[in-house]
């Protein structure tokens, strides 16, 4: 695509300079080891809401689920970084147009959780659930196929496996809920 802009707008290409091995790998690696860092740190206190919202039985277990795996792959990256002072948690490097969307997200999903209740609350739980997981599932999966070390790969693919699981999960409740919450409607609009 950049490329083609150049193309349109007639600007030249920059010459070809020979990568440096690795240093795309591991700049890959790093980025990807700070934002599964950072989403899983966050995840792990997502069983919180329980003090502050009430929230049914199968979803209060799943989000202590989610927030256990969370803090145990946060703690394990964290183990990673204090045995190899190769592997940065701090290397978000996002543009600024990602950072202040994210905190745009980030405020809109807080507003709507703290102002719904009931089935409300629940289903947009678990759709902000879907996403970060999946995120986690995929952010995971990218950073081992960088990691150079087998065992933090192997590792890393047992964080992926289990944020996918735990993906599927919520989205089997979710869907679970949606039909829940349909066929009530349905019931009360015929009442």
């Not at 256990?68 to 964290?78: D, M, P, R, T, Y």
């Not at 507003?111 to 719904?116: A, R, V």
Request: hydrophobic residues 40%; charged residues 25%.
């Amino acid at each position: 695509m950049l490329s083609a802009a150049c193309m349109l707008t007639g600007c030249q290409s920059p010459k070809a300079t020979p990568p440096v091995i690795g240093s795309m790998a591991q700049a890959t690696r790093n980025n990807g080891y700070s934002l599964l860092h950072q989403l899983l740190n966050e995840q792990k206190d997502v069983s919180i809401l329980r003090f502050i919202k009430r929230e049914h039985y199968d979803v209060r277990n799943l989000v202590k689920k989610i927030a256990a795996a969370s803090g145990a792959g946060a703690e394990l990256l964290e183990d990673f970084a204090r045995r190899d002072p190769s592997v940065i948690l701090k290397d978000i490097d996002l543009p600024p147009g990602e950072v202040a969307t994210r905190e745009s997200i980030a405020a809109t999903k807080k507003k709507e959780l703290l102002g719904q209740t009931g089935d409300d609350f629940e289903l947009t739980l678990l759709l902000t659930q879907t996403e970060a997981l999946s995120y986690a599932w995929h952010l995971a999966k990218v950073t081992g196929e960088n990691e150079p070390q087998p065992e933090r790969a192997r590792a890393l693919a047992g964080v992926s496996e289990d944020m996918k699981n735990l993906y599927q999960e919520v989205f089997a409740l979710l869907l679970s809920k949606t039909e829940l919450t349909a066929a009530h409607h349905v019931k009360t609009q015929k009442q």
